[in-house]
């Protein structure tokens, strides 16, 4: 499952809020749909219990010879009114008390009399009492409609309501007796709306539009919360390359402004580590050279020539050592500015130096291949390169290309390759594999750690592989 979920914490913040949102409106949607109902139920048993009580005293205040007309005229389809001689059966009450609500209101509405008797009944879709529910003198049946619909409660809320509420509607059947001064009986019957339709295009529209308002808010909001972090990032990425950066901007929110200036020191007081390290290596570097000299001066009077000469090899190779650890603790590469230059010449030029020094190095030719770096420090890995394929390898095969995203350039050579469980640590300082390494080679042990630290330097990598054919192949990804 969360293999599906977004690996990146802008992803993540916004699906959160986008989940939230989604059940957020969910929820509204049904408090809307309930409230809804319940205002809907609520004017209509309203409108109709006002209808009834206005009709009843308009019919009661007319003479009783314009009754039969007045009654015959304000009845139709939706709302059913009738005169009875005899008072209609006591209907049970609603669970909900609606009937007795309207009992109330249309007795308050009409003129007092200590006679006065109202009845009122709610009926749901599914009663129907036989003959209707004020019994057989209600001749004309209310409650009776076409297709079988229980009182043609349908057609009435068809007319009422419009088309939402259609012969399969949700309703309730109303019916209210009010007794006149002269002993009859007015009686009504109209369909009350259950409820309304809980959506429609207004309120999806309305609700998708919030959702588009908040999600575009909520997109701009994660990502600016989100986007320090990627500048924190890139700026840990480029210290990994060059701790004399640019410090970071302290800038944007508390928190950022704290990573910021804690990133800051950190990086000052790698810079100021490097440096002293680098200080008391030239300082051993020098301490060591004084002595070194004063013994090459002495070995100069040894008289037997074959020891003079493999003491004075000795010494030099000594201080062969130091000068390139020193060079190595320097770490040069850092202090080179970057600019760009043809990778692809630069490679060019190394090979046909070492190929005037008649070294057996050869290249395949290659376009040009325009990229930001030091050069300097570039050629210096690639000499070192070459320089150890000639070496232990008898000769040096480079090639470049782009492959993808990346410059990649291989160095081969016809040597013996070294042991697989050997790769990886041929990159320490001073490593030496004996079998194919020895010192006759006049090596120290600090080419390939110094080349590896030149590449990454550069955001790349360098690798070591047996090549099927036999040799080893040396390559370096740059990233474009």
Avoid at 142 to 151: A, E, H, L, S, V
Avoid at 391 to 407: D, L
Avoid at 460 to 470: C, K, S, W
Wanted: hydrophobic content about 45%.
């Amino acid at each position: 499952m969360t293999r599906y979920l977004p690996k990146s914490l802008f992803g993540q913040t916004l699906l959160i809020l986008l989940v939230g949102l989604v059940i957020s409106h969910l929820i509204g949607a049904w408090i809307y749909a309930g409230a809804r109902e319940q205002a809907v139920r609520a004017i209509g048993g309203f409108a109709a219990a006002q209808r009834v009580a206005n009709l009843s005293r308009l019919v009661e205040e007319a003479p009783a010879d314009w009754r039969p007309r007045i009654v015959q005229a304000l009845s139709d389809p939706t709302f059913r009114v009738a005169l009875l001689a005899e008072p209609p059966p006591q209907l049970p009450a609603d669970a909900e008390g609606a009937a007795a609500a309207v009992e109330e209101y249309v007795r308050q509405q009409l003129p007092e009399r200590p006679d006065r008797q109202v009845r009122a009944a709610v009926l749901e879709q599914t009663d129907r009492p036989p003959g209707g529910p004020f019994g057989p003198a209600f001749d004309h049946r209310p409650f009776q409609g076409p297709m079988g619909d229980p009182g043609g409660m349908g057609a009435m809320m068809h007319g009422m309501m419009g088309p939402g509420f259609g012969p399969f509607g949700a309703w309730r059947g109303l019916q209210v007796a009010v007794k006149l001064s002269d002993g009859q009986w007015l009686s009504f019957a109209t369909a009350l709306p259950q409820d309304a339709p809980s959506v429609s295009w207004q309120f999806i529209i309305s609700m998708a539009l919030m959702g588009l308002i908040v999600l575009a808010v909520a997109t701009w909001a994660v990502r600016r919360v989100t986007a320090p972090l990627g500048v924190l990032s890139a700026a840990a990425d480029r210290l990994g390359r060059d701790v004399t950066a640019e410090p970071l901007a302290e800038a944007g929110t508390i928190e950022m402004q704290r990573a910021a200036r804690a990133f800051n020191r950190m990086q000052e007081r790698l810079r100021r580590l490097i440096e002293s390290r680098t200080q008391m290596l030239a300082a051993l570097s020098h301490d060591l050279r004084t002595p070194l000299t004063l013994l090459r001066l002495r070995t100069e009077e040894v008289a037997d020539a074959d020891e003079r000469d493999k003491m004075l090899a000795t010494i030099g190779e000594m201080d062969d050592m130091i000068g390139t650890t020193l060079a190595f603790a320097r770490d040069e590469v850092r202090a080179e500015p970057r600019r760009k230059v043809d990778i692809a010449a630069l490679l060019a030029s190394v090979v046909d130096d070492m190929a005037d020094a008649g070294l057996p190095v050869t290249m395949t030719p290659a376009a040009p291949l325009i990229h930001d770096c030091q050069p300097g420090a570039l050629k210096r890995a690639l000499t070192n390169l070459l320089d150890n394929a000639v070496k232990y390898g008898k000769r040096a095969q480079a090639a470049i290309a782009t492959v993808g995203n990346a410059i990649e350039i291989a160095i081969d050579d016809d040597g013996p390759g070294i042991p697989e469980a050997e790769l990886a640590r041929v990159f320490q300082p001073f490593y030496r594999v004996e079998d194919s390494r020895s010192r006759d080679t006049g090596g120290t042990g600090l080419g390939l750690a110094i080349a590896q630290s030149i590449v990454q330097a550069h955001g790349g990598e360098l690798t070591l592989a047996n090549r099927t054919g036999g040799g080893l192949r040396a390559c370096i990804r740059l990233p474009v």
